[in-house]
Nanobody, 121 residues
Framework: QVQLVESGGGLVQPGGSLRLSCAAS????????MGWYRQAPGNQRELVAT???????NYTDSVKGRFTISRDNAKNMVYLQMNSLKPEDTAVYYC???????????????WGQGTQVTVSS
């Protein structure tokens, strides 16, 4: 079985920073794309950033220049450095990953349980 666990959320003042981490564990042969999504109350889950195995990244417009996604393939980790946080960044943040559990298997998409980020004074 595969598990994704996020950490690093919390309460921060506007203009502050947080670093989210997501650890993938279990039966993992290879991880392809990884990403961060978020969901604010009353809203649909939205893409924040994605990163390929080769470190090509993509961001939603509202976080460009403020957030940075990175990964450590050796540790099966993905990170999200969030700077200059705004109240509108408040949401539950989820990581996901496309994971193959066997050499000849297909990639399946796995999700973490989420971590709350609250930006408020």
């Amino acid at each position: 079985q595969v598990q994704l666990v996020e950490s690093g959320g919390g309460l921060v003042q506007p203009g502050g920073s947080l670093r989210l981490s997501c650890a993938a564990s279990g039966r993992i042969f290879r991880i392809n794309d990884m990403g961060w999504y978020r969901q604010a109350p009353g809203n649909q889950r939205e893409l924040v950033a994605t990163i390929t195995r080769g470190d090509r990244s993509n961001y939603t417009d509202s976080v460009k220049g403020r957030f940075t996604i990175s990964r450590d393939n050796a540790k099966n980790m993905v990170y999200l450095q969030m700077n200059s946080l705004k109240p509108e960044d408040t949401a539950v943040y989820y990581c996901n990953a496309a994971i193959r559990t066997a050499r000849l298997g297909l990639y399946n998409l796995y999700w973490g349980q989420g971590t709350q980020v609250t930006v408020s004074s």
